[in-house]
Each structure stands twice: as structure tokens, then as C-alpha cells.
T-cell receptor, first 113, second 113 residues
Framework: DARVTQTPRHKVTEMGQEVTMRCQPI?????VFWYRQTMMQGLELLAYFRNRAPLDDSGMPKDRFSAEMPDATLATLKIQPSEPRDSAVYFC???????????FGPGTRLLVL | QKEVEQDPGPLSVPEGAIVSLNCTYSNSAFQYFMWYRQYSRKGPELLMY????GNKEDGRFTAQVDKSSKYISLFIRDSQPSDSATYLC?????????????FGKGITLSVRP
């Protein structure tokens, strides 16, 4: 049963600390997305990659957020330094060029104190 | 004004009721329309997928798209307690697996036994 995996599932940290979230897309999927979900804003696209190359990161605060795909099986989203307003659920999703849908991971629930 | 607006809810209905969920959008370039279902503490999963205007039926679920009015709907017939979840509409210019999705904020549905 192929699925997107994300680690950690939960993270509590203090303001100013670095946070790294990891995602393993479904094997064979060439597009990877990072989303953030909050009650106020809903689900927002932060960045996405196709064939490991960044295509669009316009939704991401550039001064503190960075996203990379070191290889086809790993995507990372890093926040440095973290702030309380970054508290949210961060989802990774993956898809293929011909598919209908993006498949979402279970999310990383981040709380910045 | 956001590109995609969704009725905020929450919505509570008795079991067996017909449920109507709606979204409006402003970007006429959207061609692919989706409904995602999200259970508590899970990632969104695709429920319905339509291209351009028209209706699509899948079991108890019917998706409608009216591009002239920039309006999409999801109907749930004979609603069940297991339908209790948050429903998000999503749209894209290109096929959803491989391109940026713009989501509504979601509406939480509760079906009372």
C-alpha cells in the first residue's frame, strides 16, 4: 500500500529553534508539494518540486523557510528561526504527470512556543 | 477576495439527509475541479474529480461544475455518520496531480445518527 510518509508527526519547539520536516513521496511520483494548514487560512501551498527541481516557492516566507529535495525519495522543509505564527499542520503530497490527484501524507503538527 | 471561497460552516445534519456543499471561484482559468475529504488528524484524500463543466456521479456523491457561474457543488445523498469530516474544494489550471491546487478553507460536516 503505497503512501506518503512524513516525519516527525508532532513537533513542539521554542521560538528561535530550527525545525526540519521530512517527507518520503510515493515511489515513482515525480512531483512533490508542501502545504500548510491553519484554521484561519486553510490549506496553502508553500512550494512544489517536479523531478526534484523547485518549480514554485512563492507561497513560502523566504527569509526563514527553505525546501529541498536531496534525492527522489526525500523532501525536506526547514524553518529557521521558527516563530509562534508558524504553528500549523504541514502536509507533503506527491503526484505523477498523468494522475488525477495528489496523495497527501498524514502531516506534521508543529507547535512553536 | 480569495480565489476560492467556500461556505464556512460548520454543518450538522441528521443521518439520511441530502447535503449540499458549495464553492465559488474567481479565476476563469481553472479547468480541473476536485473535492477532498479530510478526517480529523488525517491528510486530505480525493473524493471527486471533474474536468470543465458538467456533473459527475459516484455512488452517493455527485459533483457539479458550472463554469459560467464559477460555482461548484458537491451533493451527498443518504448521508451517513461516516461522512462526518471536513470537505475541501480545490481547483487547478492543469491536471491536479502535477500542478498547483488552490483550496477552499473547508467546511466541517457532522452527520448525526
Amino acid at each position: 500500500d503505497a503512501r506518503v510518509t512524513q516525519t516527525p508527526r508532532h513537533k513542539v519547539t521554542e521560538m528561535g529553534q530550527e525545525v526540519t520536516m521530512r517527507c518520503q513521496p510515493i515511489l515513482g511520483h515525480n512531483t512533490v508539494f508542501w502545504y500548510r494548514q491553519t484554521m484561519m487560512q486553510g490549506l496553502e501551498l508553500l512550494a512544489y518540486f517536479r523531478n526534484r527541481a523547485p518549480l514554485d516557492d512563492s507561497g513560502m516566507p523566504k527569509d526563514r523557510f527553505s525546501a529541498e529535495m536531496p534525492d527522489a525519495t526525500l523532501a525536506t522543509l526547514k524553518i529557521q528561526p521558527s516563530e509562534p505564527r508558524d504553528s500549523a499542520v504541514y502536509f507533503c503530497a506527491s503526484g505523477t504527470q498523468v494522475g488525477e490527484t495528489q496523495y497527501f501524507g498524514p502531516g506534521t503538527r508543529l507547535l512553536v512556543l | 477576495q480569495k480565489e476560492v471561497e467556500q461556505d464556512p460552516g460548520p454543518l450538522s445534519v441528521p443521518e439520511g439527509a441530502i447535503v449540499s456543499l458549495n464553492c465559488t471561484y474567481s479565476n476563469s482559468a481553472f479547468q480541473y475541479f476536485m473535492w477532498y475529504r479530510q478526517y480529523s488528524r488525517k491528510g486530505p484524500e480525493l473524493l471527486m474529480y471533474t474536468y470543465s463543466s458538467g456533473n459527475k456521479e459516484d455512488g452517493r456523491f455527485t459533483a457539479q461544475v458550472d463554469k459560467s457561474s464559477k460555482y461548484i457543488s458537491l451533493f451527498i445523498r443518504d448521508s451517513q455518520p461516516s461522512d462526518s469530516a471536513t470537505y475541501l474544494c480545490a481547483m487547478s489550471r492543469y491536471t491536479g496531480a502535477n500542478s498547483k491546487l488552490t483550496f477552499g478553507k473547508g467546511i466541517t460536516l457532522s452527520v448525526r445518527p
